[in-house]
C-alpha cells in the first residue's frame, strides 16, 4: 500500500532522528499525526499541530497516555467572567427596582427647616442617582449574560479530543486527535512504554 506524504515525511525525519542503535518498537498513525515508540524515547510528529510540530521524551520519563477533551480556555474563562458579573449586575439592579426602596425614599413628605431640606434634598439627588443606575444595571447585566451564553456556546463549539502523552519534569505533549483511534493510540502507547498497569481515564 502506498504511503501517504506525512507518512513518507514521518518516516524520513525518524531515520534522521533516530540514536545509533535505537530502533522502532511502535509506531502509530493518527488523522494528521504520527507517533513511534523506539527502544530509547517516545516522537511525535505534529504537522497540522499548534505551537509544537515535533516533540519527543525518553522512555523512562512517559508517565501515562489518555484522551482528554480541550477547547480555547479564552471562551471558557470569558463565559464565566461574563455570566458572573452579568448575574451580579442583574441582581442588584432587580433588588433594588422591586425593593421599593426608591419608592418610599422618593415619596417622603416635605417638612419645614433648612436642614432637613437640605436633607430631603440630598435624598432625592440619591433616589433619581440609583433610579439612573438601576436602568443601567438591568440592560448591562442582561448584555453580559447574553455573552456569556454566546462565549459558552463558542466553547463547546470548538472542543474537541487530545492525546495527552504525560512525562516527568515537563509539560505533557498534546496530540489533536478525533474519534475512538485517541483511546487505541493511548493503550498502545501505555503498553509500548511500560505504563500500561497505570489507571488511565479513558
Known amino acids: 500500500m502506498e504511503q501517504s506524504p506525512l507518512s513518507q515525511a514521518s518516516d524520513d525525519r525518524l531515520l534522521d532522528m533516530l540514536f545509533a542503535g535505537e530502533e522502532i518498537e511502535e509506531e502509530i498513525e493518527l488523522e494528521g499525526a504520527r507517533i513511534a515508540v523506539t527502544s530509547h524515547r517516545l516522537l511525535a510528529f505534529m504537522p497540522e499541530g499548534g505551537e509544537r510540530r515535533f516533540d519527543h521524551e525518553d522512555r523512562p520519563n512517559v508517565l501515562d497516555a489518555r484522551v482528554q477533551a480541550a477547547g480555547k480556555p479564552d471562551y471558557l474563562s470569558w463565559s464565566v467572567r461574563s455570566f458572573v458579573y452579568g448575574l451580579l449586575l442583574v441582581g ?7 425593593s421599593g426602596l426608591l419608592t418610599n425614599l422618593d415619596g ?3 417638612t419645614e427647616g433648612d436642614v432637613i431640606l437640605g436633607l430631603q434634598q440630598m ?3 440619591m ?9 443601567v444595571l438591568l440592560p448591562v447585566g442582561g448584555v453580559l449574560l447574553l455573552a456569556a451564553a454566546v462565549f459558552g456556546a463558542l466553547y463547546v463549539t470548538t472542543r474537541s479530543e487530545e492525546l495527552i502523552i504525560e512525562r516527568a519534569g515537563r509539560d505533557p505533549i498534546r496530540v489533536p486527535v478525533n474519534g475512538d483511534e485517541a483511546k487505541d493510540a493511548a493503550r498502545r502507547i501505555r503498553a509500548a512504554v511500560g505504563t500500561s498497569s497505570k489507571p488511565s481515564a479513558d
Do not use: K
Open 108 to 110: 417622603t413628605t416635605p
Open 92 to 98: 442588584c439592579g432587580y433588588l433594588l427596582n422591586s
Open 127 to 135: 433616589v433619581s442617582a440609583f433610579t439612573l443606575l438601576t436602568s
Open 123 to 125: 435624598v432625592g439627588m
